[in-house]
C-alpha cells in the first residue's frame, strides 16, 4: 500500500543532501535581492518560484547549476546567512525532518568583505537560533554543516582545514560540489588525505552527471563514507542483478548513497521516478537513503520526496522506515547520537503504523 503525502509529513526524516543555497525561500530571495539591489527574473515570490523550476528542468547539471547565481548573491553578509540558515531548520522541522545537515561553500560568500570563519560563524548561528525556535514550538531538530569546496576552483585544502577547525562547533563534514565532468574528485586528494588524517567525515559528490570512474575515484582513491547521488553505479549492475565489483564493494562496504530523485529527474539521470535508479538499488539492498538536493530548484520536499518513491514503487511505511534508517547509520554524527536518531525514527514509524488505516 502506498503511503500518501500526507502521511509522509508526519513521518520523522533525515536529509543528508540539502543544499543551504538551493532550499531558500522565494519570498526571502526578493526581500534580500531589493536590499542588495541585485536583478531578479521576477519579483513575484510565486512567479520567481516558478522561475527557479522551470530553469533547474532542463536536464542539464550545468543549466541547473547557474540558478544558484541568484541565491548566492542574496547571501553575502552574516545578517543574510544567519538568516537562510535559521530559515532552513524551520521549513526541515516543517516537514517533518529531525535531522538536516546543510551543505555550502563559504568561498561563494565573500563578496561582502567576511571572512570564511565569520561565514561559517554566520550559518551556525542561524542553525543554533532554528533549532532553539523548533525545540520551542515543539519540533524539536538537529542541523549541522557541511561545508563544501567547489571543484572546479584550484584544489586547496583551505576549506578541508576550516572543517576540522570548526568540527565541534556545527561543521559534521566535507564535501567537493559542483560540474563533476572534467573535475574528478581526485583533484582534491590532498584535501581528503588531510581529512583522513584527522578523522573527518567526508562525502563526495559522484556518480551523477559521470559515471564509474567517478564513484570509483571517490571511493578507492579519496575515501568517501558517503556518495552525493551515486546513482550510475547502476552501470555497474548487470541486466540480471549481477554486481560489478566496484557495485559490490560498494554495498558491501555499506557505503551511503544520497540519492535525490527529483533533483535528477531535471538533471537528465532519468526521465520519470518510475525509471529512477533508486528502484533497482533498493531493490539489491545498496544502503540507499533520500534527499532534495535542493527543494527550491526543483519544487520539492522531503516529504513529497517519499510519496513519489511510494508511488512509483509501491513502497509501503516499512520501506520508507528502512530508508530512514539507512540515513541515520549515515548521519555526520557521533554513534550515540545516531543511536537517537534511529530510536526517533523507529518511535514515529511505529505510531504511523498504529494510526494507519
Known sequence: MTVPIEVCRALPKIALHDHLDGG???????EEARAVGHRLPTDDPAELADWFF????????VRYLETFDHTIAVMQTAARLRRVAREFVEDQAIDGVIYAEA??????????????AQAVEA???GLAEGMAECAAAGRPIVARQILTSMRHGAPTTRIAELAVAYRHDSVCGFDIA???DGYPPSRFAEAFDYLKRHN???TIHAGEAFGLPSIWEAVQLCGASRLGHG??????IGADGTLGELAGYIR??????????????????CSSIREHPFGLLAELQFRVTVSCDNRLMSRTTLSREFALLSEAFGYDLADLRRFSLNAAKSAFLPFDQRLDLVERINEGFARASVSAP
Not at 231 to 236: I, S
Open 200 to 202: 573527518f567525515e567526508f
Open 178 to 180: 559542483g560540474a563533476e
Open 231 to 236: 546513482v550510475r553505479l547502476v552501470e555497474d
Open 54 to 61: 522551470a530553469a533547474a528542468d532542463s536536464g542539464s547539471l
Open 252 to 269: 558491501d562496504r555499506r557505503i551511503a548513497l544520497e540519492v535525490c530523485p527529483s533533483s535528477n529527474l531535471q538533471t537528465g539521470v
Open 24 to 30: 531558500l525561500r522565494p519570498a526571502t530571495i526578493v
Open 123 to 125: 550559518v551556525r548561528d
Open 103 to 116: 551543505r555550502w561553500a563559504p568561498e561563494q560568500h565573500l563578496a561582502g568583505g567576511l571572512s570564511l
